[in-house]
Structures are given as structure tokens and as C-alpha cells.
């Protein structure tokens, strides 16, 4: 199994950038495809996009396409999302999650392990 942990969440001026990462361990990053989420207080954890165990596909959801990017070291055992022109609605907390798969491709549900989060908040 891999144990996923998030960082880089933060506070930060609409309009701006952060970096978020997910440093895995425990196994072969390569062999996992990758997603990220968030979820705010009172609500259902949202898919916000994911990648291939290659990295060769992404996919995002229709409210972060265009501004958020996904990508993967597997020399790193590390996964990234890249988030611009961030909005107060982005505030969540997000989270990455694996799943242990041969086949390329990108994955909305189903993933077997998910990290403990990091706090994103987007002020006005």
C-alpha cells in the first residue's frame, strides 16, 4: 500500500497561486494513478481532476480547468496541483488520493488511499 501527505495549502489573495504537493511513500508511485479532491465543511468531498500513473493524462473538473494543473515526479514519489487565479470558492480543504492501477488512465472514483488533507483559503 502507499501512505500519501499533502502540503503546501495555505492563505492566499484571490487572484493568486499556490503548489500543492503529495509526497508518497510505502510503494511504487509509478503504479498508482493519482487524484486530488476537496471538501468544505457541511458539504460532500469534491473531484477536482486527476492524472495517469504515466502522467501522460489529466482531467479536471469544468470549475478548475483552465486554472489548476496536475502533475507527477515519479522519481519524486511526489504528485502536484498547481492552482492560479484562485477564487474564494476554492477555499477547502484538498486532498490527494492513489489507486493501484496498470492501465492509463485518469479516474474520477474508486481510489483506494487518500492522505489527511491541507487547508486551502482563498480570501477576498
Known amino acids: 500500500q502507499v501512505q500519501l501527505v499533502e502540503s503546501g495549502g495555505g492563505l492566499v489573495q484571490a487572484g493568486g497561486s499556490l503548489r500543492l504537493s503529495c509526497a508518497a511513500s510505502g510503494h511504487t508511485f509509478s503504479s498508482y494513478a493519482m487524484g486530488w479532491f476537496r471538501q468544505v465543511p457541511g458539504k460532500e468531498r469534491e473531484f477536482v481532476g486527476a492524472?495517469?500513473?504515466?502522467?501522460?493524462?489529466?482531467y479536471y473538473e469544468e470549475s478548475v480547468r483552465g486554472r489548476f494543473t496536475i502533475s507527477r515526479d515519479n522519481a519524486k514519489n511526489t504528485g502536484y496541483l498547481q492552482m492560479n487565479s484562485l477564487k474564494p470558492e476554492d477555499t477547502a480543504v484538498y486532498y490527494c488520493?492513489?489507486?493501484?492501477?496498470?492501465?492509463?488512465?485518469?479516474?474520477?472514483?474508486?481510489?483506494?488511499?487518500w492522505g489527511q488533507g491541507t487547508q486551502v483559503t482563498v480570501s477576498s
Open positions: 488520493a492513489a489507486k493501484w492501477t496498470k492501465v492509463e488512465v485518469t479516474l474520477r472514483h474508486g481510489y483506494d488511499y
Open positions: 492524472i495517469s500513473w504515466s502522467g501522460g493524462n489529466t
